[in-house]
């Protein structure tokens, strides 16, 4: 079978051929590759095709596809039981790993000025939670759900439950999941109500959130002064992985933070893609701030549907059955998802990330030659291990500056490295993902496919 027949056969029965819509290859053209297996930092597609993997699920696999000691962990879940809809002692081993990487990060001080909040247990007035120290954890209980939509969606549910206040602000080209209230556009102004952005989602539901350029603190500012005190939250990427990688500018997630602590809201850090991928401790280990809620994917769960949101204790106690706000998942925490989630926290450890800091600062610094080589202008986009490319002349800061990019010039990139036997994110406007299982021979694969990948850029035409 050919990827072009299966992906005919699959766009019968399925809207498009896919079940998510970048794998369709929309935006590079050609039949999306169908894969029929994984190992180590490779990839083979239904014609037997081998390729060196620089998607990685999209992040998950940080130890690489079928890592033995996960294989292991999953197979004996599977041997017990694939779900129970009850709980087991793995979930708390789960939640009990989660807490210890984020204990390792030392948090700054919350303002005074805290978030108010209504005790759970008794419907009272709002009172103040106790402020944190220094050295307060950043998340000390865990909810497990299925998948980063979950989490995001319960994060923004659980801060407005705490809170009282109904808006959220969210940033230009940042991707939360496919929940109604996070598919919206920035209205016409610079502090306005957003518009939908995803048809099927009313308009009332998106004017609940308000769209801010990224790294953009007078925008904040703004939308802080006209609706201060409806706002529930900030909800951020810890570093924009959704419109290519973008880092925050210098003590801008710590500028969140203090804004949304002096205003009485909650400070939402997704690390999706970034927990436990970027450093042990997730983008906090690099630029620890005070976030209220912190919601993990990806590699928390290994490559198995799972997710999660943490945070300290006084807020997590508002989620039922203690508390007010609702979430429920027949199979969140399953037992098979848990498992393999575990066994990769376990396997990642210091010489895991050095490996995957190396390769990807390998990889990454030979993209910048080859393109430079080929007379491609370009800027190579990096934050922490995650890397992707900007074909500008300067680097970018938010999702506006990202759009004013040659595009055009990723489609043939992609397709020269498909052809040398490398896949790429179909999508200029992602991230791109190693493993520690990309040894010399896979890096040396992608270094040599890059210079013929960068003389297509550099001829491509719009």
């Known amino acids: 079978m050919s990827n072009q027949t299966a992906f005919d056969e699959a766009s019968t029965v399925i809207p498009g051929g896919v079940n998510s819509p ?3 290859f929309r935006s590079v053209g050609g039949a999306p590759r169908f894969l029929v297996s994984g190992h180590g930092s490779y990839v083979v597609d239904v014609e037997g095709r081998e390729y060196v993997d620089l998607v990685c699920s999209w992040g998950p696999l940080l ?4 890592h033995p000691q996960v294989l292991d962990a999953v197979h004996q879940a599977v041997s017990r039981g694939l779900s129970f809809g009850a709980s087991t002692p793995a979930e708390t081993e789960l939640a009990e790993a989660v807490i210890a990487r984020l204990a390792r990060i030392e948090v700054p001080d919350r303002s005074s000025s805290q978030p108010r909040s209504t005790d759970p247990r008794s419907g009272a007035a709002p009172q103040a939670p106790e402020r944190a120290s220094r050295d307060a954890a950043v998340v000390e209980q865990v909810r497990l759900v299925s998948t980063g939509t979950e989490a995001t969606m319960t994060a923004i549910r659980l801060a407005r439950g705490v809170t009282g206040r109904s808006l959220v602000i969210k940033f230009a080209g940042h991707y939360h999941g496919h929940s109604d209230g996070l598919l919206a556009d920035a209205g016409s102004g ?3 109500l957003a518009l939908p952005s995803s048809a099927g989602v009313p308009a009332e539901i998106a004017a609940q959130t308000l769209v801010l350029p990224y790294n953009d603190r007078a925008a904040v500012e703004a939308a802080f002064a006209e609706f201060g005190p409806r706002i529930a939250a900030i909800i951020v990427e810890a570093a924009s992985a959704n419109m290519g990688v973008v880092a925050p500018q210098p003590g801008f997630n710590a500028f969140l933070a203090q804004t949304t602590h002096a205003h009485g809201a909650l400070l939402i850090v997704d ?3 970034t927990g436990f991928r970027v450093s042990p401790a997730g983008w906090l280990g690099l630029e620890p701030v005070a976030a209220d809620i912190v919601t993990f994917g990806k590699v928390i769960g290994g490559g198995m549907p799972l997710a999660a949101l943490g945070a300290r204790r ?15 998942g027949t199979l969140s925490g399953n037992p098979v998802a848990v498992a393999a989630g575990l066994a990769t926290l376990q396997a990642a450890d210091a010489a895991v990330y050095a490996r995957v800091d190396a390769v990807a600062a390998t990889i990454s ?11 491609v202008e370009h800027v190579v986009s990096r934050a922490g291990n995650l890397f992707s490319i900007q074909f500008r002349p300067a680097l970018a800061r938010d999702y506006a500056g990202v759009q004013r990019q040659e595009a055009f010039r990723y489609g043939p990139f992609f397709h020269a490295m498909l052809d040398a036997g490398v896949s790429l994110p179909p999508s200029a406007y992602e991230a791109w993902f190693v493993s520690a299982a990309h040894d010399d021979a896979a890096v040396s694969r992608v270094l040599d496919a890059l210079p013929a990948a960068a003389r297509a850029a550099a ?3 719009p």
Do not use: F, K
């Open 271 to 273: 690390e999706v893609l």
């Open 365 to 375: 610094t030979a993209v910048d030659d080859a393109l430079s080589a080929a007379g």
């Open 314 to 328: 006084e807020i997590m106690e508002h989620l039922a059955p203690l508390g007010p706000v609702y979430q429920a």
């Open 63 to 66: 130890l690489g596809h079928a």
């Open 190 to 192: 610079l502090a306005t």
């Open 459 to 461: 001829a491509a035409r």
């Open 22 to 24: 970048v794998r369709a």
